[in-house]
């Protein structure tokens, strides 16, 4: 007993020891950004992490190692933006937060074929629980396999439909960033709505893909809980990960820094989970009327393109079927998220899954939604703040698959 004991209390300390400390890390937040300062922060972005997305009218947000934050504030006090430190340590809040997921992953174990919106699932669990859905309901669902990770992880969504031919479909992705535990549990609540609802699948037949970038998912649930990227090394640097979000072949850059968090990849598609993502899309092109990728965080609804501010051909439809997806939101509890175009409302990009989705001219509707932040940072809001997330935004997502059906 005292030996099973001591393991145990090995094994939680040497699980805390793993976990990368964010001790003497700062939080500094900006004033509501002008017009003016967005291409200083759109530069400073490139080098250093900023949280979610700045957009000009709303503060931004920026996580500094101890080394780094003199270089920002004396960037930020040359730029006259003005800023204040909002976390001076984030240390010990990570160490909270991962204890108390920790305790509730032991104290609220999941039920089969039950989705947690209680806590924060692990991909084994996620994984496990496509499984069991699939086997629990062998008509109207399968697996979609969409290959492996590059730690061998499975890509393993799911195809719900009623097996009508020649049905439209519609596409989600949930953590494609490791860090924004937010969203897979959106993508495991349009499953528990579409498995219930036999007249959603005569619309379309749906394909979820939860957790997009399972190696860095697993890794901010194990090592580093800011974890943003996937985990494939890069040659000639110590710094590993690639930004999957700048690594579709749309307009791919090839300019980047392996050390920076949206450091593009060596090549269009260098990482598998990207390429199996995109080989999805352009192979179901014919079909695919409408992609969304679920990110967190900033209550932003952005529709394409990300490299360029000039208006897409069917721009009023995007802003139309966003706006009564907004809308949705809004009835349930009033939370207001806005829907803009990408590069307008916030920094440029290229490579992203969603320009990709509507560049290659598959998806004529194609979205990022920017779920609601939380925790002392953004990108962790503890897990009782999961359920109402999902509540507001399933009913936005259901209006925004009905709007681009119909349309
Ligand atoms: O920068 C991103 O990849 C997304 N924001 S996040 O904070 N979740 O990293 C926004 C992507 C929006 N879409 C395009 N820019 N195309
Ligand atoms: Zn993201």
């Known amino acids: 007993m005292k030996l099973l004991g001591s393991i145990v209390f090995l094994l939680v300390l040497g699980s805390a020891l793993a976990y990368k400390s964010y001790s003497g890390y700062q939080v500094l937040k900006t004033a509501p950004l002008t017009p003016a300062a967005m291409p200083y922060v759109n530069r400073l972005s490139r080098r250093f992490d900023f ?18 934050a003199p270089i920002i504030i004396a960037a930020f006090n040359r730029m006259r933006i003005s800023h204040e430190v909002s976390v001076a340590d984030l240390g010990p809040e990570v160490e909270k937060e991962r204890a108390a997921n920790e305790a509730l992953r032991l104290a609220l174990p999941r039920k089969p074929r039950v989705a947690a919106y209680d806590r924060y699932m692990t991909f084994e669990e996620i994984d496990a629980h496509i499984h069991e859905t699939v086997d629990g309901n062998p008509d109207v669902a399968s697996i979609l396999d969409l290959g492996l990770s590059y ?9 719900l439909s009623n097996g009508a031919a020649g049905q439209k479909s519609v596409w989600f992705d949930c953590a494609i960033h490791a860090r924004e535990w937010i969203a897979p549990p959106v993508c495991l609540r349009i499953i528990d709505e579409v498995l219930a609802d036999s007249a959603l699948r005569d619309l379309a037949d749906w394909y979820i893909l939860p957790v997009a970038n399972p190696d860095g998912y697993s890794y901010s649930h194990t090592d580093d809980r800011f974890w943003r990227k996937t985990r494939r090394p890069n040659q000639g640097s110590s710094c590993v990960g690639t930004d999957p979000n700048r690594n579709f072949d749309f307009l791919w850059d090839s300019a980047g820094d392996p050390c920076t968090e949206v450091f593009p990849g060596s090549s269009a598609f260098s990482e598998p989970e990207c390429g199996a993502i995109g080989n999805f899309i352009s192979s179901n092109a014919d079909s695919l009327v409408l992609y969304v ?14 490299h360029t501010v000039e208006p897409v051909p069917n721009v009023d439809d995007l802003i139309a079927a966003g706006t009564a997806s907004a809308d949705a939101i809004a009835a349930v509890g009033g939370t207001r998220y806005s829907v803009e175009n990408s590069a307008a409302g916030l920094y440029f990009t290229f490579g992203a899954s969603d320009d990709y989705a509507y560049g290659i001219g598959a998806a004529l509707y194609s979205y990022t939604y920017e779920l609601s932040g939380g925790g002392s940072g953004g990108f962790n809001p503890p897990a009782s703040a999961i359920q109402g997330v999902v509540d507001e935004v ?12 119909a349309n």
């Open 293 to 306: 990728a679920v990110h967190s965080y900033g209550e932003l609804i952005l529709y394409p393109f990300g």
């Open 151 to 159: 730690e061998g992880r499975e890509l393993h969504g799911i195809k």
């Open 394 to 405: 399933w009913p936005g997502l259901k209006t925004l698959v009905e709007y681009s059906l």
């Open 51 to 68: 949280w979610g997305t700045p957009s000009v009218g709303r503060p931004a947000t920026v996580m500094v190692s101890p080394e780094d």
